[in-house]
Structures are given as C-alpha cells and as structure tokens.
C-alpha cells in the first residue's frame, strides 16, 4: 500500500466560504471526501491535513519521513516566503508535489515565485480542486513508473 500525505497550509479552511471567484465552491472537507475516494479506488492510504502555522507544517512533515511515500503540498502563502518549509521539504527525503488551487504564474508576480519548487517532483496548479485528484495520480506515477 502507498502512503501519501496531503497538507493544506494557512487559510486553505476557508475554502468554499470566501472569494470563491478565485479558489472555487468546494470545501477543504469536499476536497478531503474526494482525495479519500480517489486513493480508495487506487491503493492508496491518504493523511490530509491542514494548519495555519509554519512550525507545525514543518513538524508534520518532519514525522512524513520514513513513514509516507509521497508528500501533496499546497503550502497556501508559506510557499511564497518560507525558507523554513523549503528545508523541511528537503530533510524529508519523501518526494513532494507542489499543489496549487490558482495558476499562482497567471496572478500577482508575488505569487510567481516558490521557494518549494526546486526541491518539488513537480508542480500543478491552476485546475482548482480537481488538481487534488491530479496530484494523487501524479504521485502514483512518480513512484511506480508505468512499465
Ligand atoms: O492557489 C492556491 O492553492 C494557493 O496556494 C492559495 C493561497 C495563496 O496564498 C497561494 O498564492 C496560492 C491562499 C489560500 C487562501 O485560501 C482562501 C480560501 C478562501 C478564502 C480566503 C482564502
């Protein structure tokens, strides 16, 4: 069985309540019911998670290592300032997705850069919450190449 952890950082539980022109309709508890049935049908244990504190992402994904396979991450603002999450990321050693609901490259240039991306498998963004599903895959992919 593949373990995948799925985090959520600062205000990402606001989801669905607020400025839904931009992050969408959907709950972070809709989000959770779908990544749940999609690993369900795949294999796939999931830990999803979030916080509005730096420390204690780090912290999560500090116990991440040695026990989860893959990391799903979308570190909400943090990806845009944390050096901190970068390092955690990084001491790790379990391969982690960048996740965004927004395409961050299509909005404010603040957003544009991730201090995440370099040590990141990849990133997806822009597809709402559809790329929670997408990332699962994504995962999946990465540590079991087809063939
Ligand atoms: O697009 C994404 O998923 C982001 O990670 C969301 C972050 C933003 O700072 C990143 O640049 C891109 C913000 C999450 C805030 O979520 C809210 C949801 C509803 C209402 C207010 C905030």
């Keep these: 069985m ?25 709950t972070l508890a809709q989000i959770e019911a ?7 049908a795949r294999e796939v244990t999931i830990e999803f998670g979030q ?3 730096e420390g204690a992402l780090i912290d999560s994904i500090h116990a991440a290592r040695g026990k989860m396979d893959g990391l799903i991450l979308n570190a909400g603002a943090y990806t845009h300032t944390s050096v901190a999450l970068r390092d955690a990321v990084a001491s790790s050693e379990v391969p982690m997705i960048e996740l965004h609901l927004s395409n961050i490259h299509a909005r404010e240039p603040f957003r544009h ?8 498998v990849g990133q997806i963004c822009g597809f709402g919450a559809a790329g929670y599903t997408l990332a699962i895959d994504a995962m999946l992919a990465h540590l079991k190449p087809p063939g």
């Excluded at 850069?113 to 990141?120: F, M, P, R």
């Design 2 to 26: 593949t373990n995948i952890l799925i985090l959520n950082g600062p205000n990402l539980n606001m989801l669905g309540l607020r400025q839904p022109e931009v992050y969408g309709k959907t």
């Design 34 to 40: 779908m990544c749940r049935d999609h690993a369900a």
């Design 113 to 120: 850069h991730s201090y995440l991306a370099a040590v990141a």
């Design 51 to 53: 916080s509005n504190h």
